[in-house]
T-cell receptor
Framework: DVKVTQSSRYLVKRTGEKVFLECVQDMDHENMFWYRQDPGLGLRLIYFSYDVKMKEKGDIPEGYSVSREKKERFSLILESASTNQTSMYLC?????????????FGPGTRLTVL | AQKITQTQPGMFVQEKEAVTLDCTYDTSDQSYGLFWYKQPSSGEMIFLIYQGSYDEQNATEGRYSLNFQKARKSANLVISASQLGDSAMYFCAMREGSPSLGGYALNFGKGTSLLVTP
């Protein structure tokens, strides 16, 4: 059974803090993704990674950075948290080449920035 | 431009009835994949069904089927014999390009909230 875990279910931070969201998968997936989900907007891709130390910007990368030092771990970093980054953050992973290569999601981190 | 359009923000269906959730997509790629995910109130995203652009038959998984009309660029999800546990948000998503090249993310629609009533 594929398991994607995220470091926290709920997180409260203050404006200007540096925030780290961690994601770990145990299925040796090549691809990992970070999305944010807001009501009425669906899921929007922040960053993804298709290999260790590789990263690609998604649709809304501003204000975020990522790190992938090991294949199983993908971190999302908010360099200086702002209130408009209050959201649900979802991590996902998938194989690169085995169709349908559906993405498996973690439980999400609900981040509140005060 | 929106790549995935789900025009129904909310839907109601009675238990045991069938329901169709609409999804249209926009791509110029010949190779693409279409996915449906379910998100219950607990928040986890659950993969339901997949349709490849070259698949000639509509995908089916238990009570879920995907009505794929390539010329119309639609990929509607049909849930037969609805159950109370089907109440959730449903997202349609598309991957453009070939999976063998790796690294392709999904474009998600805004979702449809389905409520199944007794």
């Amino acid at each position: 059974d594929v398991k994607v875990t995220q470091s926290s279910r709920y997180l409260v931070k203050r404006t200007g803090e540096k925030v780290f969201l961690e994601c770990v998968q145990d299925m040796d997936h090549e691809n990992m993704f970070w999305y944010r989900q807001d009501p009425g907007l669906g899921l929007r891709l922040i960053y993804f990674s298709y290999d260790v130390k590789m990263k690609e910007k998604g649709d809304i990368p501003e204000g975020y950075s990522v790190s992938r030092e090991k294949k199983e771990r993908f971190s999302l970093i908010l360099e200086s948290a702002s209130t408009n980054q209050t959201s649900m953050y979802l991590c996902a992973s998938s194989f690169a080449s085995a169709a349908p290569n559906e993405q498996f999601f973690g439980p999400g981190t609900r981040l509140t920035v005060l | 431009a929106q790549k995935i359009t789900q025009t129904q923000p909310g839907m109601f269906v009675q238990e045991k009835e069938a329901v169709t959730l609409d999804c249209t997509y926009d791509t110029s790629d010949q190779s693409y994949g279409l996915f449906w995910y379910k998100q219950p109130s607990s928040g986890e995203m659950i993969f339901l069904i997949y349709q490849g652009s070259y698949d000639e038959q509509n995908a089916t998984e238990g009570r879920y089927s995907l009505n794929f009309q390539k010329a119309r660029k639609s990929a509607n999800l049909v849930i037969s014999a609805s159950q109370l546990g089907d109440s959730a948000m449903y997202f349609c998503a598309m991957r453009e390009g070939s999976p063998s090249l790796g690294g392709y993310a999904l474009n998600f629609g805004k979702g449809t909230s389905l409520l199944v009533t007794p």
